[in-house]
Each structure stands twice: as structure tokens, then as C-alpha cells.
């Protein structure tokens, strides 16, 4: 079965240091790969996605992610965090040509510590 | 304007009431989304609209059923609504498309007592 894992639901570092966040997927061929983000008592934003091409992909705000097909993983990332990025961060598959139903992880919260 | 809107923003209702949630998009898309978000379990698809008339059951339908008679409208209703429905709702909207974004509402928090 198709699913996404973020193995930690609780990251915490300190503001203006590096970050990654966690996405391994399970699914035999190669999906859309999502990363959305959600700020406190907001819906969810896109920040990147992925399908083909360079593996590490631009998003807004200074993120990027990496695609690793070998891995399996989708893992994002940041080089120095604002107290402004704590929020929730969720990983999404879409397979190709599915109906468009996105498998989502369970979120990663991350607390930004002055 | 690109929006996604929810209304209510916050409901409590009584166990055994019947609720109905609105949502409307700006966009044209084709397709819209229930979802609920609980804590620690992410967010669980109820029903799928690939366009008027045109609904899906998502991972989790028992218990809501959904209308969408104009395009730029999808409503979830609870019929009877129960205490395990208490959750935050989240109604989204995207082009067709496995690759395309999805736009997110900000969410209706139900509370049922």
C-alpha cells in the first residue's frame, strides 16, 4: 500500500540554524512529491513540489528539498531557520496518473527556540 | 483573488444535530475536497468532487455525505452528528491533474457536545 512516513512529529532548533525535515514514501513507481506547510490556525500552502528532473528543488521562503529515489525520501530542507517558519510541515505523494487523491504524512511540527 | 473560503470558521453543535459545512472557490477548478485534520493522524480524506455532481468517497465517508451542485460550491453535511466528529475541517480545491497544487480553506472547527 501506498503511504508516507515523517518519522518525527516534533522537531525543535534553534533560529538561524539549519534544518531537515524527514519524508520517506512507499510506492513502486516515481510519484509527484509535495511539501505543503500550515501556520497556526491556517489551511495548508504549497512550498515545493517535485516530479522530474534536478532532484533538489527550489521552493518559497528558502526551502528546498531533495528527491533520493533510492532512498525513497523526499527530505526538506533549510539552511537558516526565522522564528517565523514554526509551523506544521506535511509531506504528500501523489502517484501519477491517480485520481488526484494525495496520501499525506502525519506532519511535522517544528518550534523554532529563540 | 485565489481563495478558498469556509464557512462557519467555528461551530458547536449538540450530538444528534445536523450540521452543514460550506466551501467556495474563486479558481474555476474542477476539483474540491473534504478533509478532516485530528491531531497526530494528518489529514483524512472524506470525499473527493471531480465536478458538479460528480463525488467520491474518500478514506473516511461513513457518517458525512456531500453536495455539489455549482462548480465553485461543495458542501459537507453531517446528518445526526456525533462526538467523534468533532475535528477540524478542511475543504480544498485543485485543477485536475496528479501534479497540480492544492488550495486549502482555512479550516471550520466543529465541535460537537
Known amino acids: 500500500a501506498q503511504s508516507v512516513t515523517q518519522p518525527d512529529a516534533r522537531v525543535t532548533v534553534s533560529e538561524g540554524a539549519s534544518l531537515q525535515l524527514r519524508c520517506k514514501y512507499s510506492?513502486?513507481?516515481?510519484?509527484?512529491l509535495f511539501w505543503y506547510v500550515q501556520y497556526p490556525r491556517q489551511g495548508l500552502q504549497l512550498l515545493l513540489k517535485?516530479?522530474?528532473?534536478d532532484p533538489v528543488v527550489q521552493g518559497v521562503n528558502g526551502f528546498e528539498a531533495e528527491f533520493i529515489k533510492s532512498n525513497s525520501s523526499f527530505h526538506l530542507r533549510k539552511a537558516s531557520v526565522h522564528w517565523s517558519d514554526s509551523a506544521v510541515y506535511f509531506c504528500?505523494?501523489?502517484?501519477?496518473?491517480?485520481?488526484?487523491?494525495?496520501?499525506w504524512g502525519s506532519g511535522t511540527k517544528l518550534i523554532i527556540k529563540p | 483573488d485565489m481563495k478558498v473560503t469556509q464557512m462557519p470558521r467555528y461551530l458547536i453543535k449538540r450530538m444528534g444535530e445536523n450540521v452543514l459545512l460550506e466551501c467556495g472557490q474563486d479558481?474555476?477548478?474542477?476539483?474540491m475536497y473534504w478533509y478532516r485534520q485530528d491531531p497526530g493522524l494528518g489529514l483524512q480524506l472524506i470525499y473527493i468532487?471531480?465536478?458538479?455532481?460528480?463525488?467520491s468517497e474518500g478514506d473516511i465517508p461513513k457518517g458525512y455525505r456531500v453536495s455539489r451542485k455549482k462548480r465553485e460550491h461543495f458542501s459537507l453535511i453531517l446528518d445526526s452528528a456525533k462526538t467523534n466528529q468533532t475535528s477540524v475541517y478542511f475543504c480544498?480545491?485543485?485543477?485536475?491533474?496528479?501534479?497540480?497544487?492544492?488550495?486549502f480553506g482555512k479550516g471550520t472547527r466543529l465541535t460537537v457536545v
Open positions: 504528500a505523494v501523489s502517484p501519477a496518473y491517480s485520481n488526484y487523491q494525495l496520501i
Open positions: 510506492y513502486s513507481g516515481t510519484p509527484y
Open positions: 517535485y516530479y522530474s528532473g
Open positions: 479558481m474555476s477548478h474542477e476539483t
Open positions: 468532487s471531480y465536478d458538479v455532481d460528480s463525488n
Open positions: 480544498a480545491s485543485s485543477l485536475s491533474g496528479a501534479d497540480t497544487e492544492v488550495f
